[in-house]
Each structure stands twice: as structure tokens, then as C-alpha cells.
């Protein structure tokens, strides 16, 4: 089974950028499509980006053009940029791949 390790979250101000981080273990990274999700206290789990195993990308339209998925298969390693950060982007972020794993979940917190 692969497991995933998610880092980079942390407190920000409105406006500021965070990296978020999810390594994967095992083989064959490269074959399967990854994502990253965010679950608001009180609130379901949503898809925030996917990018495929060819490196295709969509994003949720409340951070298209603030948020970048990429993935560095050398390292097994997938990366969400979050840049013009708004409090409404406070959640746990969680990575999953599409083999059905998800990580343990990182805080990003939006706050003055």
C-alpha cells in the first residue's frame, strides 16, 4: 500500500503563498494520478486540484489562477503552490492517489 506524507502547511496572512508537499512511498508513482483535497471544519471534503500521470491538471474553480499542482516523479513527489492565499482557504489538505491512499492531512490557516 502506498503511503503518503503531506508538509508545508502552517499559518498565513491573507495575500501570503504557502507550498504544500506530499511525498509518496513505493514504486510506479509515475503511473497514477494525484490530488490534493481540503475539508473546512463542519464541511465536506473537496477536490481542490488533480493532475494526471501525463501531467495534465484541473483545478476547483475557487482557486483556478491562485493554485498550481505539479509533480516531480524523480522524487515521487507532488507540490501545490497556493499563492494569493484568502481566509476562505483555511482547511486541512490532505494529498491522495489514485491508487485510493490519502494522507494524514496538513493545516493551512488564512488568518490576520
Known amino acids: 500500500q502506498v503511503q503518503l506524507v503531506e508538509s508545508g502547511g502552517g499559518l498565513v496572512q491573507p495575500g501570503g503563498s504557502l507550498r504544500l508537499s506530499c511525498a509518496a512511498s513505493?514504486?510506479?508513482?509515475?503511473?497514477?494520478?494525484m490530488g490534493w483535497y481540503r475539508q473546512a471544519p463542519g464541511k465536506q471534503r473537496q477536490l481542490v486540484a488533480h493532475?494526471?500521470?501525463?501531467?495534465?491538471?484541473t483545478y476547483a474553480g475557487r482557486v483556478k489562477g491562485r493554485f498550481t499542482i505539479s509533480r516531480d516523479n524523480a522524487k515521487n513527489t507532488v507540490y501545490l503552490q497556493m499563492n494569493s492565499l484568502k481566509p476562505e482557504d483555511t482547511a486541512v489538505y490532505f494529498c491522495?492517489?489514485?491508487?485510493?491512499?490519502w494522507g494524514q492531512g496538513t493545516q493551512v490557516t488564512v488568518s490576520s
Open positions: 493532475i494526471t500521470s501525463g501531467g495534465s491538471t
Open positions: 513505493g514504486s510506479m508513482f509515475n503511473l497514477h494520478a
Open positions: 491522495w492517489i489514485s491508487l485510493g491512499s
